[in-house]
């Protein structure tokens, strides 16, 4: 789990975002041994963590930047 965390502080949101594609590729191949697929899952759910913070993080940047504007909208997390 450590080895984890340490690979996860070295990437950037992008890299995050291609090793989480990879994992789910891997898991939705369905030829990996169960022991491997709860790895892979468990690296996924790490990963998955680490987006979302980074998103959260940008997310709270740009609404702080816009609280200025008189068109400032809050970020309602749906899609249009």
Do not use: H
Request: with cysteine.
């Amino acid at each position: 789990m450590s080895e984890i965390k340490t690979t996860k502080e070295k990437l950037n949101f992008a890299e995050a975002l291609g090793k989480l594609e990879s994992v789910l590729s891997k898991l939705e191949s369905n030829d990996c041994p169960l022991e491997e697929a709860l790895s892979l899952f468990q690296e996924g759910m790490e990963l998955l963590r680490f987006c979302q913070e980074k998103l959260n993080d940008v997310e709270n940047k740009i609404s702080i930047l816009l609280k200025d504007t008189e068109k400032f909208i809050p970020f309602s997390g749906e899609g249009e």
